[in-house]
């Protein structure tokens, strides 16, 4: 049986999110089936691996870290935006550069996930002449959305009634996506759009891509703040499951931490808000370093 090829990308600082992720989808996985996952490194600790590679279970689970430094095409620099997100976020352009060239399918995952049913549902979708697989995004839904969505998009010739779709699971056709260059030509329309991008790589790929994409059953990318039955795939928007902070819906703290509980991670204790901020300004000052 193929391997099933998963991308993820976090820093140490995450990677205690990371743990039940992989735990969620090796649950989900049938009898036999296989997985690939490749964590971009983002200078993760080597004592944090090492919790990592104890998590997992290794008759499911290859872990293959990728270097930060190794995994952007020379000539490319990344955007600079004024957002807290952390530089990690647009590294995700890069995966079909990276991954070995006879797969096909490789889908990509926000580390603040858990998973509920069986990813296989997700590789045997045929993307025939697009790009990739996604979900709409909840609280966005069109680019004409007055808040989140593509300010300019009449100035692009797009539609305000085309769907945008939330960057946090994304489904890719490697071979399209190295061939058309779409991450060198998602990060030249973030760069030349500065001023109208609000979530950094969204804005990018939804431009660049603009109905040229799957629309998924939205429970595939379900957002923790709205309580409904069954979700396929919880996503942890907003306060993470590991603050005291959290917010969102209650039962799926829950089921984060009975998988928590089947890590290395399993004695945590959530941490305080202070600790939240300066993770978010060790991230601005990562971006300013790289101006300077």
């Known amino acids: 049986m193929t391997p099933f090829t998963i991308v993820v990308a976090t820093d140490s600082h995450y990677t205690i999110l990371l743990a039940p992720l992989i735990k969620s989808i090796e649950d989900s996985v049938t009898k036999d089936q296989k997985i690939n996952v490749y964590v971009i490194d983002d200078h993760i600790k080597s004592s944090v691996k090492v919790k990592l590679e104890q998590s997992i279970d290794k008759n499911i689970t290859t872990l293959i870290f990728k270097s930060v430094d190794e995994i952007i095409p020379k000539g490319i620099s990344l955007p600079l935006d004024k957002s807290t997100y952390p530089l990690t976020i647009y590294l995700r352009l890069f995966i079909p550069s990276f991954i070995p060239k006879e797969v096909e399918k490789v889908l990509y995952l926000d580390v603040d996930m858990i998973v509920r049913h069986d990813i296989a549902k997700l590789f045997s979708i045929d993307l025939g002449e697009n790009i990739l697989a996604a979900v709409q995004d909840p609280r966005i839904l069109t680019f004409d959305n007055s808040w989140g969505g593509v300010k300019n998009h009449k100035e692009l010739g797009i539609v305000g009634e085309t769907h945008y779709f939330n960057s946090g699971l994304l489904l890719m056709d490697a071979k399209k996506w190295r061939d058309l260059k779409i991450a060198e030509r998602t990060v030249e329309c973030i760069n030349d759009n500065q001023k109208f991008v609000n979530y950094p ?45 959290y917010d969102n819906v209650p039962s799926y703290l829950t089921i984060f931490n009975q998988y928590l509980g089947q890590t ?23 971006k300013i370093k790289k101006i300077f």
């Open 201 to 245: 790589d969204q804005y990018g790929l939804n431009v660049v891509l603009a109905n040229k994409w799957v629309e998924l059953d939205s429970k595939w990318n379900h957002f923790a703040c709205y309580d409904i039955e069954d979700p396929f795939l919880i996503h942890f928007i907003g306060r993470k499951p590991i603050y005291k902070t």
């Open 264 to 286: 290395a991670w399993r004695n945590h204790k959530p941490i305080g808000e202070s600790a939240r901020y300066l993770k978010k300004i060790g991230n601005i000052l990562e």
